[in-house]
């Protein structure tokens, strides 16, 4: 019982820093900004909505979905590393990624929903632990890691107004830094299994 619950809460960890919810709360709250209560808690849903349906297709149909594309999980690795990496890096250096000022408002959590929270280093840690743990661990990790992130979306503006712009950057910046950290593990662990 204790290793599952260890396991599980490394599970949840993992997805919670890769998912990142407080880098999104400044991009959500500006690209909701001036809309109604109600559209922005629409939106909040639909960003989640979308994070967690890739997140679930690729757990529990990840090598199927590999086979039939004929890549391999190494090759995925390192790409999503990559990207991964690049979107810690923005963050860290507060380079501007919120490129979507000019869609429309109802793009928002689409946007939010991927490749923000869901690209391809949380689909690649969403494989690696079902690859490790099977499917209940990683399971019950993405539905908590996705509930706590759909909280922190629906109440950003709140958390922006609370903490302020100073500390919610600062925290976005230290968010950042780990998920740099955890794209070269990820990059380290594809070109490994490359060679």
Sequence with gaps: MADFLTSTLYSFAALFIILDPLLSVPIFA????????????????????VAGVLMYLFLLFNTTIFE???????????????????????????????????????????????????????????????????????????????LATWIILFYAAYIRQILGDVITDIMGKVLGMLVAAIAVKIIFAGVMAMV
Excluded: W
Excluded at 33 to 42: D, F, L, N, P
């Design 30 to 49: 500006a690209m909701t900004h001036g809309q109604t209560s109600r559209e922005v808690h629409k939106q909040a849903f639909i960003a989640v909505a």
């Design 68 to 146: 039939i594309l004929n890549l391999n999980l190494p090759s995925f690795q390192i790409a999503g590393g990559i990207l991964l990496f690049i979107l810690g890096m923005q963050e860290t250096l507060g380079i501007d990624i919120s490129t979507c000022k000019d869609r429309p408002a109802t793009a928002a959590g689409v946007v939010i929903g991927t490749p923000l929270l869901c690209g391809p280093g949380t689909i690649t840690t969403v494989m690696l632990l079902s690859k490790e743990y099977g499917l209940l661990i990683p399971f019950i990790a993405i539905t908590v890691s996705l």
